[in-house]
């Protein structure tokens, strides 16, 4: 079964306001990781957050991570129209296996 | 700047076929994944390998194979291609645990 699991499927915002995206995992984990994709385009990196930090920043990225609740949080702040993408979580185990959730679609009107 | 080349961006094979994805990546790595991604079913690991010759089987191995002779390359083969292997491939590298993917290889079997 997946390991990763985002929420909302799909959310849809207007320009400026803040995007949350959820992602909830099964087992033990080395680190988790989002990645954001572009239709038709392959998949690029955001943020890593490994099992014993709770919190990342890059840019207007902000990242939380539950270890005891097995769940992140991506948050977009003022999002923009070129924010409108699909975003993924991936966990990694320590012994290198990674798993990708389905994803949230994330659609930013201008 | 890190680089992970998938041979080609689409494919069309006819069913029965025997099919090699191609990757190649110039970053060292000693970790490499290959994915499918389906419409609702997100990203799916098929293999990974930890080292040259070293294999191992990831969510949905059936009807798949991989080669690893050297470090920079990693080949996924269908063995008979079958329609319901039309999907999406993604080739992965990583290192300390933050993967780079190729564009993607979008395989038709028909």
Partial sequence: ?110 | DVKVTQSSRYLVKRTGEKVFLECVQDMDHENMFWYRQDPGLGLRLIYFSYDVKMKEKGDIPEGYSVSREKKERFSLILESASTNQTSMYLCASSFLGQAFFGQGTRLTVV
């Avoid at chain 1, 990763?4 to 992602?23: F, H, K, R, V, Y």
């Avoid at chain 1, 990645?35 to 939380?64: M, P």
Wanted: aromatic fraction near 6%; charge should be positive; glycine fraction near 8%.
């Fill in chain 1, 1 to 110: 079964s997946q390991q990763g699991e985002e929420d909302p499927q799909a959310l849809s915002i207007q320009e400026g306001e803040n995007a949350t995206m959820n992602c909830s995992y099964k087992t033990s984990i080395n680190n988790l990781q989002w990645y954001r994709q572009n239709s038709g385009r392959g998949l690029v990196h955001l943020i890593l957050i490994r099992s014993n930090e709770r919190e990342k920043h890059s840019g207007r990225l902000r990242v939380t991570l539950d270890t005891s609740k097995k769940s992140s949080s991506l948050l977009i702040t003022a999002s923009r129209a070129a924010d409108t993408a699909s975003y993924f979580c991936a966990t990694f185990t320590n012994a290198g296996k990674s798993t990708f959730g389905d994803g949230t679609t994330l659609t930013v009107k201008p």
